[in-house]
């Protein structure tokens, strides 16, 4: 590829990962200037209607200014500073923060992983990591993959002692709420099952993840990554259930 057309893709890759600061009526939010090209991870803001009463930026629901007087940041809706929301949304935000302040940075510094694409037999060690924008796991090792978060039906989390089954996101994440898979839980994550469609295909591919072996820090660092993707698998059902 010439210079010019390295120049030319970059210029487009800037373009769709462009962002606008805009006005809505519930605050100042900072959003792709393309709606397509926003995070998975994210969600609309809801519509209402100017009263009297206040409303809660995340639900859309009125309220009195006691049931709904703390302002708490709401990154998901691209708010720019914290807003209005009611004491039951509170909580939801709050717990959301740690993926944001977290998790996030955990998914895109990257992890180590064996990868075994399909039936095969044959493994590869992969880095695995949550592009910038958010919309993409890059695969990199002797081979490269971009596999296009949106596209993905399937996550599994694996366990020690867990035997995987078909199950989608939802039904899968449900199911490990009170398992707390964390990096210092009591149930260790242990690799991943993952299906997706690539553009154009009409079967799914499914990769298994399988965390590395090779030091006890590369092992720590696949299991926090595995725990943050548990977390981003659900907020990411979320998004599409809305």
């Given at each position: ?24 009526p ?9 709606r ?49 929301q ?64 949106a596209?993905?039906s ?38 991943m ?50």
């Open positions: 590829m010439s210079s010019s057309s390295v120049a030319t893709a970059g210029g487009a890759a800037l373009r769709r990962d462009g962002k606008k600061l805009v006005r809505s519930s605050g100042l939010r900072m959003v792709p200037e393309h397509a090209f926003g995070s998975p991870f994210g969600l609309e803001e809801p519509q209402w209607v100017p009263d009297k009463e206040h409303h809660c930026r995340r639900c859309g629901k009125c309220f009195c200014d006691k049931c709904c007087s703390k302002k708490v940041p709401l990154p998901r809706m691209c708010f720019v500073d914290p807003v209005r009611c004491a039951e949304c509170v909580l939801v935000s709050q717990k959301e923060m740690e993926f944001y302040d977290k998790q996030l940075k955990v998914l895109m510094n990257g992890a180590t992983f064996c990868v075994t694409i399909g039936t095969s037999e044959k493994s590869e060690l992969m880095i695995c990591r949550l592009s910038n924008n958010q919309r993409y796991l890059f695969l990199d090792g002797d081979s490269h993959y971009e596999i296009e978060i596209q993905i399937t996550v599994q989390i694996l366990t020690e002692g867990f035997t995987p089954g078909e199950k989608d996101i939802h039904t899968y994440t449900s199911l490990l709420e009170s398992q707390h898979i964390t990096e210092g839980g009591n149930t260790r994550a242990t690799g099952l993952l299906q997706y469609k690539e553009p154009g295909a009409q079967d799914v591919t499914q990769m298994k993840f399988t965390a590395s072996e090779d030091s006890n820090s590369n092992k720590k660092q696949s299991t926090t990554w595995l725990a943050a993707m548990h977390k981003a698998a659900k907020l990411l059902y979320e998004s599409r259930d809305q």
